[in-house]
């Protein structure tokens, strides 16, 4: 799988700039076909850190309605990736 592929946006919220901030862990939004392995690959030649580890979350898709109408949305796939020490991603460098 191509490495832009693999990872299509960061996940940016309250509890993952915590995270961040705290344990050195950034979150993404990665394709449902990605491994832990590609995931891996993908963060360490994008931004040019170094990986320790790489948890990932399957999350299933919320059933939504709007009046009589009932849809879904997308499962999607979420991965936490630990960064080693010294290693830092800024999202909003300016």
Known sequence: MNIYSVIKKPLITE????EKDERNIISFVVSSD?????IKDAVK???????????TVNV???VKRVGKNIG???NWKKAY???KEGSNVDFFEA
């Open 15 to 18: 509890k993952t700039t915590i």
């Open 34 to 38: 990605a491994n832990k392995i590609e």
């Open 45 to 55: 030649t994008l931004f040019n850190v170094d990986v320790a580890s790489v948890k």
């Open 60 to 62: 299933a898709g919320k």
């Open 72 to 74: 879904k949305r997308s």
């Open 81 to 83: 990736v630990t960064l």
